[in-house]
């Protein structure tokens, strides 16, 4: 056993280097592009299915409360926390508009839109992205493997470099807190 665990942390130590060597730019201008739209007074709206909807709600837990340091609370939502809203729009118009139809309610010209999957080809985000960037939305992927079709629809594009579902969504979450932890020091510093 002591050997598979060596070996999977060793895979994730790969993909954090990677990360770093080639989306630091990129996480940095996710950062720019969140902090310019709160001080525009626009709002951050997060999707995505399984384990990336619950980075989305994790994402949208430190804007709206907070990562590390006290601060107002930010605007943030996550179209995946709904119970209500997810099965009266997958029941009555399908389960690939569930988030098409909250970006159409909620999303306003200048808004950032993060679309999380690891494939990059999760229909209901790809959809959602699309009409995001109809609206005049910033549209942001956080994706794996190849980047997917999703990656067309992005204005940024952080395809985390491996095709492992569990490294992409390691990945994943270590930019949201970099992200998070970047964005609380220019806002609030």
């Known amino acids: 056993m002591i050997p ?10 790969e993909v954090i280097t990677r990360i770093e060597l080639e989306l630091s730019p990129l996480i940095a201008e996710m950062v720019a ?11 951050l709206l997060v999707m995505g299915n399984g384990g990336s ?9 430190e804007i709206v409360g907070r990562f590390k340091m ?3 609370g930010l605007p943030a939502i996550a179209l ?4 209500s809203i997810l099965t009266a729009i997958g029941n009555d118009y399908g389960f690939d508009r569930v988030f098409q139809r909250q970006v159409e309610a909620l999303a306003a010209p200048g808004d ?7 494939s990059g080809n999760s229909p209901n985000v790809l959809l959602a992205l699309e009409l995001a960037r109809e609206k005049g939305c910033c549209t942001v992927g956080l994706l794996g493997k190849d980047g997917g079709s999703i990656k067309a629809l ?13 490294r992409v969504q390691e990945g994943h979450i270590t930019i949201i807190h970099i992200v998070c932890d ?7 510093t």
């Open 4 to 13: 598979e665990i060596t070996s999977q942390l060793a895979a994730h130590r």
């Open 33 to 43: 592009l969140l902090v310019e739209t709160f001080r525009r007074g626009n709002k």
């Open 53 to 61: 909807a619950a980075d989305a709600q994790h994402f949208v837990a």
């Open 70 to 72: 006290e601060r107002r």
């Open 80 to 83: 995946s926390t709904d119970t």
């Open 112 to 118: 950032m839109i993060v679309g999380i999957s690891t």
């Open 154 to 166: 992005c204005d940024l594009a952080l395809i985390v470099p491996t095709s492992d579902t569990p």
């Open 182 to 188: 970047l964005l609380e020091k220019t806002l609030f």
